[in-house]
């Protein structure tokens, strides 16, 4: 028997279709079965009887089958797991709960094979070593790497008036009639964005254009209804839409063949991310991929640059696995004592197979183990959590309760509690469900609030039992959605390749041919950028101070990433203010950070290096400088629900997310009064310092910023790049209406600036001044098509 395991329900089923195909001719005795979440019951009691020769299934279907008592005698033969889409779980828990599934399988058959398929990684063999386990007596494992060459062109879609000044989304709607022409001259078009509600708003855009195509184009993200996505997915396979707005739930490697083109929406973020997606076009030996980038905000044109250049020097980034969770350990604690049962030395042994959990101390097991037996120190005296018991030496579980609970939790996907959206005209029979919105926006709405899902502008009527109800709404507006994990930070090797295209500019020959496009559309703003201030480069840190009616701002770039950002800027406002006591507000995005004080700030410690000072006091000011035990409560909130903890309700009967954050809080209290060493407690620390603050290119950022020039500029206007991070802390504050007003006075104020040094200059070389020039409007164009097999 063999197992394929793809990472996610979509990818599955097309991997299912694309192995029925030609399995009757190859292999005509072999079965083929899938078993997902989605899998009727009818097809799950069939498998229970008799497994199939080969079944595809996810990570948490492989752990669900694990949990059964007959699980090794059922899977003791299975000789062959090809894990599909490695690079996709390889950085995240679901890796995790890979790895130990194949200690288990691997344990029940020495001489199990294992495959890992995987693109767009920067560390194959490292990745490899990760899917494998560090196993000393083994052959050694062979990489194996495709030959084929395959045409990629990589171009932007270039904004007719990108402007002097620009900020997050500042181009978006100038840019929804060139993508619908672009759109309208390809064939089947995929158009990504990076986020939920980005998707729901385009795809609004869209029709808003062109309302002829309203059945022609559609939306696919992870919250609409299972039935809607396979609407989709069936309709670009046949290649009936012209183009389907999506998010990376269309990222992994599914085959759709008619889908000529990709548009991103915004920065990819990563240089992986933008070749995955690009592959999603042209998905046949021959035919090349070509993947449009579609700018936001101008600086959004220097990114393009550097991502094709990183392309072209194969700077992919790497991906690394997280080192020993112990809330994954837990869970899979009890999924092994449920399937059978263990002896703990021998799973030790197993566990510590596996690379996440090779270097798991005894202390570190034991203390997992006593946590599911007794519930360690603090919840002896509760029997639920008391979820194995010992028997000669055996481990297993015995309470049926208990049993059910865990196999209706198991995974390590957590997300904030999502409620269905159902039609109110079809309560009385349980309403056709629109998909899931999460709870939180959902309490924000008052009855008869508009909001856009799935496409459509959506009445509010009411909450029932997790449900929210509602009716087409006469009005075309509405709120749009948002999503947790909403903002993906700029990778490291992207962000380093858009430092080096600006240090470049300073010497572009403008008047030749070579230019980049998207550098000659950021012109405008690059110029405004060296007027008003200096351009950043990878040789020094640009630091700019500005003084307004706010009161004292300071923009620093490092362009380092929206995590790290949030790390060195709350780091350097606490610093600051412990030389000097002061408040501040704070301000990020990828490229920089701003600290907004009411008092002046004395950059002596910018200078003198002391505010970078990354040695032994890192971990401690870092910690002091921000709500780390907010930080800390709310990774523990993930951490308590993939542990077993907290139970998140029965199918038809879900608790609510203020169920679910009441009980994690309590849990959360508990531990640090009354068992402070606990081990989740530490892992929640962990998480918040290596995921929330990204602590190791936070250290790394550090020493770099301590052996760079600092580049000190006092503003007399807000340059570009700074009024990019205002808007970023005026979002939080400000309606649209405002902002709009806010922002108009400001580059009002600051294009004025502009003009008096342009006429200085003018006066000083005797000619005209740039800015009075008249300036022919060019038309919106992508950059020139190379042919098949040239990278541009």
Same mark, same amino acid.
Do not use: C, D
């Given at each position: 028997m063999s197992h394929s395991t793809p990472s996610g329900g979509a990818l599955a089923a097309d991997t299912h279709r694309a192995l029925a195909l030609p399995l009757p001719e190859l292999a005509p005795r072999w079965t083929l079965g899938l078993r997902t979440g989605d899998t009727a019951s009818a097809e799950r009691a069939r498998q229970d009887r008799r497994l199939p020769t080969t079944l595809v299934t996810t990570p948490e279907s492989l752990s669900l089958l694990l949990t059964r008592a007959d699980a090794r005698d059922r899977l003791g033969t299975v000789h062959t797991v090809i894990v599909d889409e490695w690079h996709e779980q390889v950085g995240n828990k679901r890796g995790v709960q890979v790895q130990l599934a194949l200690a288990r399988l691997a344990r029940w058959n020495p001489r199990l094979v294992v495959w890992g398929l995987s693109a767009t990684l920067g560390n194959l063999e490292g990745a490899m070593a990760m899917l494998l386990g560090p196993k000393r007596h083994r052959p050694a494992p062979r990489l194996v790497r495709g030959r084929i060459d395959k045409a990629l062109v990589i171009d932007t879609l270039l904004p007719a008036d990108p402007g002097r000044f620009s900020w997050g989304g500042h181009l978006g709607?100038?840019?929804?009639?060139?993508?619908?022409?672009?759109?309208?001259?390809?064939?089947?078009?995929?158009?990504?964005?990076?986020?939920?509600?980005?998707?729901?708003?385009?795809?609004?855009?869209?029709?808003?254009?062109?309302p002829e195509w309203a059945g022609q184009i559609a939306l696919h993200h992870g919250s609409l209804d299972k039935g809607v996505r396979e609407w989709v997915e069936a309709g670009l396979k046949a290649g009936s839409l012209r183009a389907v707005v999506a998010t990376s739930s269309l990222d992994l490697g599914v085959d759709f063949l008619p889908v000529e083109r990709v548009l991103q929406i915004g920065s990819a973020k990563g240089v992986a991310r933008l070749l995955q997606r690009a592959g999603r076009s042209g998905h046949q030996p021959g035919r090349p991929s070509r993947i449009t980038l579609v700018p936001t905000h101008t600086l959004e044109l220097i990114e393009a640059v550097a991502a094709r250049r990183a392309v072209a020097a194969g700077q992919v980034e790497p991906r690394h696995a997280p080192a020993k969770p112990l809330d994954v350990l837990v869970q899979h604690l009890v999924t092994v004592a449920l399937g059978g049962g263990f002896f703990a030395d021998e799973l030790f042994d197993e566990v510590r197979s596996s690379w996440s959990y090779r270097e798991l101390t005894r202390d570190e097991f034991q203390w997992a183990l006593d946590f599911v037996v007794h519930g360690g120190r603090s919840l002896g005296a509760y029997p639920e959590f008391h979820r194995v018991v010992e028997q000669d030496g055996r481990f297993t579980v015995v309470d049926?309760?208990?049993?059910?609970?865990? *196999? /209706?939790?198991?995974?390590?996907?957590?997300?904030?509690?999502?409620?269905?959206?159902?039609?109110?005209?079809?309560?009385?029979?349980?309403?056709?469900?629109?998909?899931?919105?999460?709870?939180?926006?959902?309490? *924000? /709405?008052?009855?008869g609030d508009h909001f856009v899902f799935g496409g459509r502008v959506l009445e509010y009527v009411r909450t029932q039992d997790m449900v929210a109800y509602v009716r087409k709404a006469t009005g075309r507006r509405g709120i749009v959605p948002s999503w947790a994990g909403g903002k993906m930070p700029l990778s490291s090797e992207l962000a380093e390749a858009t430092l080096a295209v600006l240090a470049g500019v300073q010497t572009v020959d403008w008047a030749g041919d070579s230019v980049d496009p998207e550098l000659r559309s950021a012109r405008p703003m690059l110029d405004a950028q060296a007027r008003l201030s200096h351009l950043p480069t990878p040789t020094t840190l640009l630091v700019e101070q500005f003084r307004s009616r706010e009161g004292h701002h300071l923009f620093v770039y490092p362009f380092a990433g929206r995590h790290v950002h949030l790390g060195l800027a709350s780091l350097l406002g606490w610093r600051l203010a412990r030389h000097r006591p002061n408040t501040f507000s704070i301000g990020i995005n990828d490229y920089g950070f701003e600290l907004l004080a009411a008092e002046p700030i004395d950059l002596a410690t910018l200078v003198d290096g002391s505010a970078f000072d990354g040695g032994p006091a890192l971990l401690v000011d870092v910690l002091a400088s921000l709500n780390s035990s907010e930080l800390a409560l709310r990774r523990f909130r993930e951490i308590a629900r993939v542990s077993g903890l907290v139970f998140t309700g029965y199918p038809g009967a879900p608790k609510s997310t203020r169920q679910v954050q009441a009980s994690s809080g309590l849990f959360y209290e508990v531990f640090r009064k009354h068992d402070p060493d606990n081990r989740l407690l530490g892992q929640a620390d962990a998480e918040v310092l290596a995921q929330e603050l990204d602590l190791v290119h936070l250290a790394a950022s550090l020493t770099r910023l301590r052996a760079l020039r600092l580049d000190a500029v006092q503003l007399r206007a807000p340059s570009p790049v700074a009024l990019a991070l205002m808007v970023e802390r005026f979002r939080e504050q400000l309606s649209t209406e405002k902002l709009a007003d806010r922002l108009a006075r400001i580059v009002a104020d600051a294009q004025s600036v502009l003009d008096e040094t342009e006429s200085a200059d003018a006066k000083r070389m005797g000619a005209t001044p740039a800015g009075r020039r008249r300036r022919r409007r060019p038309t919106p164009r992508a950059t020139p098509e190379p042919k098949p097999g040239d990278l541009k």
């Open positions: 709607a100038q840019m929804r009639e060139p993508v619908a022409a672009e759109i309208e001259r390809s064939g089947p078009t995929l158009v990504f964005t990076n986020v939920r509600s980005q998707a729901e708003a385009w795809y609004q855009m869209l029709l808003q254009s062109r049926r309760a208990i049993a059910m609970r865990h *196999r /209706l939790q198991v995974g390590t996907i957590v997300g904030e509690s999502s409620m269905l959206v159902k039609w109110w005209s079809q309560a009385a029979s349980g309403g056709a469900s629109l998909g899931q919105v999460e709870e939180s926006f959902i309490a *924000r /709405l008052n009855k």
